[in-house]
């Protein structure tokens, strides 16, 4: 406070710091105490706790104290090209994504089959695997000529010994969840086979 205000506001601006001292006090007081009563009862480990706790009533209080943001205005004094700018670059609301997954249900379905399949073979063998043997039958059929399902044998010589058992329609599906999935590199070679088909 300046020399020249009148004393009754010198001596409410005094009131009201000694008032605030004496929250400021009364806080400072609690919180001593209350550490030395974790310390004393719980030890070092219930002091933290209570130390940490009181830190976020601090933070709590401290956002609850805190005003809001004030709200920008937008007005004419902003330039024409910085309102083109933004409503090139800002935020966009109401509008939705043009091109949606569940537009899309069977890329959904292959797309998490895919990713399931390294986590076990029972995750393989019914969702990833059936896919793939329906694939392997119908490049088998349209450029060999060779039914999966009616001429195994044939269609293990040109599908290959080390791909066989993974898309081989005969083989029972597993319901081992602890066995191991298959992994990426395997699933690479499966699918680079099947182009080359």
Do not use: C
């Not at 920008?72 to 330039?79: K, V």
């Not at 290959?160 to 898309?167: M, Q, T």
């Amino acid at each position: 406070m300046s020399d020249g205000a009148p004393p009754r506001v010198r001596q409410a601006a005094r009131a009201g710091l000694a008032a605030r001292a004496g929250q400021v006090a009364a806080v400072v007081l609690a919180t001593l105490g209350a550490l030395a009563a974790a310390l004393v009862i719980a030890g070092p480990f219930g002091l933290v706790i209570v130390a940490v706790s009181l830190a976020a009533l601090a933070v709590v209080n401290d956002l609850a104290r805190t005003p809001g943001a004030v709200r920008e205005r937008r007005g004419p004094w902003a330039a024409p090209w910085a309102r083109a700018a933004w409503a090139k670059i800002g935020p966009r609301r109401g509008s939705s994504a043009a091109v949606r997954t569940a537009d899309f249900p069977a890329y959904a379905k292959i797309s998490s089959d895919i990713g399931w399949a390294s986590v076990s073979l029972w995750h393989y063998d019914h969702g990833l695997r059936q896919l793939l043997a329906r694939l392997f039958e119908s490049a088998l059929a349209e450029r060999h000529r060779v039914d999966l399902t009616a001429d195994p044998q044939q269609a293990r010589s040109l599908v290959g010994e080390d791909i066989w058992p993974l898309i081989d329609p005969a083989r029972p599906p597993s319901f081992d969840s602890n066995a191991p999935g298959m992994d990426l590199r395997t699933l690479t070679r499966v699918v680079d086979r099947l182009e080359q088909l």
